[in-house]
């Protein structure tokens, strides 16, 4: 293996930091042999932090009406042959029911930009939920909003916010999103997500159109700038009825790769490996979780409404109650050597004695 990107590799293993021009050779340079050499290290920092659990968030889509229009997204306001819903409080509690009883005790509340849900509805769904389950974390996924929104929603109980930056290179923004979106917000938003106290996730598509190794290594370095508590990354899927239909999709091994190197230069981070990881390749989420991933999200969502949540073509998990992808899950974790528990799992930025010590007998 070329000895420069050995050295990088050792390099973000040991100060969990590079230039973005070193991230961008990291991009360049990916080969089987390089994965090899990576995905223990990643496994290993992992384990320190988080032994072998793999904490799961049950996700409730709760509404697929969006004001936004997304390139990429087939829940896009101008897509006429998407059918739209709106889960009331009623549901969402009752999805939290179903979750509790499955051991979740973290929910994200993932919709698109819906003005039906203003402040104080949404308020009064975050503070539902926290009264009947003191225990469990709440997770907004909800877009932008107003800084005055992000903090009536955590003083409602929100302890998360996942609003993706999808990337962070201004020209590469204005070609996945419409004129009307702006780059500016986004970062407006995420600031003021963390300011306000949330633990706050970004992250971005693996293999989106227009991405370059360029825009890939800003992602890391604003990654390891902005140092989020959870970053989603996944791969891009084309979605029939958008502008993107004909691109094609982000790649397995792309999305390992930087899973591993996020671990590295992130050694707490929440890390999901992501239904979308899991749609492209069939033991998808299993290989994420083994490149340094710590994170799952089966759906909640009721059955009835799964499909209509669709932002890419082909999402597993459509046509599966919660109870189904709860087991099944378990079982793929476990036939890897991990486990999944019921806990509100947080972000842990000390490294644990006792994981350390677990990790010999791992
Ligand atoms: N493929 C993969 N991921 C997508 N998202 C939206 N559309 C797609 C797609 N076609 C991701 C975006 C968004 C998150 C909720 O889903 O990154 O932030
Ligand atoms: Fe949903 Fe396997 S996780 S069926």
Known sequence: MDSLLKSLIDRLEEKHTLSPDEYAFLIRNRSAEAMEYITPKAQRIRRQYYGNSVYVRGLIEFTNLCRNNCLYCGIRRSNSSCSRYRLTKEQILECCDTGYDLGFRTYVLQGGEDAFFDDTYLCEIVSAIKTRYPDCAVTLSAGERSRDSYRRLFDAGADRYLLRHETADRHHYEKLHPAEMSFDNRMRCLYDLKEIGYQTGCGFMVGSPYQTPETLASDLAFIDRFSPDMCGIG????????????????????????????????????????????????????????????????????????????????????????????????????????????????????????????????
């Open 235 to 362: 791969p891009f899927i084309p979605h029939r009825d958008t502008p993107f239909k004909d691109c094609s999709a982000g790649t397995l091994e792309e999305t390992l790769w930087l899973l591993s190197i996020i671990r590295l230069m992130l050694p707490h981070v929440l890390l999901p490996a992501t239904t979308a990881l899991g749609t492209i390749h069939p033991l998808g989420r299993e290989k994420g979780i083994l490149a340094g991933a710590n994170v799952v999200m089966p759906n909640l969502s009721p059955v009835s409404v799964r499909k209509k949540y669709e932002l890419y073509d082909n999402k597993i998990c459509t046509g599966d109650e919660a109870a189904e992808c709860r087991n099944c899950l378990t079982r793929r974790m476990e036939a890897i050597g991990y486990r999944i528990v019921t806990d509100r799992g947080d972000v842990n930025r000390k490294q644990s004695s006792l994981n350390g010590k677990c990790e010999a007998a791992l």
